[in-house]
């Protein structure tokens, strides 16, 4: 009986004395994911205009893919944003703040328009692509996205 209460004795003291997450207040949360959302918003609006806009023009292939690998980069830091947002946002129980992180995960869905248009264009310029591939790329490359927008604590 001695050891099971020392054994137990001991987790605890071993838990308590493990790293600590700092708590943070509800302000500090929903500026993080405030943050995060005007990032996602940004690139939101751009993706808008590339669907509104005529396809460009390119003189080579390589400019073409340059280009692409652009708007690649903008969809993975999208996904990224609203991704930390939501992680940020679990951080505390406050219900508004976590609605606020996932309202633009509804609109990820819209950058699925934005590859449909770059798919024709791409056509345009001598080029294609998969769209399955272009999203598993994306959702390869998040996760080390995220590690470098993620604000530091």
């Known amino acids: 009986m001695r050891v099971s209460l020392a054994v137990v004795l001991l987790f605890f003291i071993a838990a308590s004395a493990g790293p600590t997450v700092e708590a943070q207040t509800v302000e500090e949360v929903r500026t993080r994911v405030d943050h995060h959302l005007r990032e996602a918003e940004q690139i939101i609006r751009h993706f808008d205009d590339v669907v509104r806009a005529d396809c460009p023009r390119f003189a080579s292939r390589d400019e073409w893919r340059q280009y692409f690998d652009g708007e690649v980069d ?11 947002a939501w992680i940020e946002a679990k951080r505390v129980g406050d219900d508004d703040v976590r609605r606020a992180a996932k309202a633009p995960r509804r609109r990820i869905d819209e950058v699925r328009g934005a590859l449909d248009k770059l798919q024709s ?7 294609r692509f998969s769209p399955l591939a272009v999203w598993a790329r994306i959702e390869r ?12 604590r």
Not at 121 to 127: I, V
Not at 141 to 152: D, G, M
């Open 141 to 152: 490359e998040v996760p080390r996205r995220q590690e470098a927008i993620a604000l530091p």
């Open 74 to 84: 903008q969809a993975t830091s999208l996904v990224a944003h609203v991704e930390q």
């Open 121 to 127: 264009c791409a056509a345009d310029n001598g080029a």
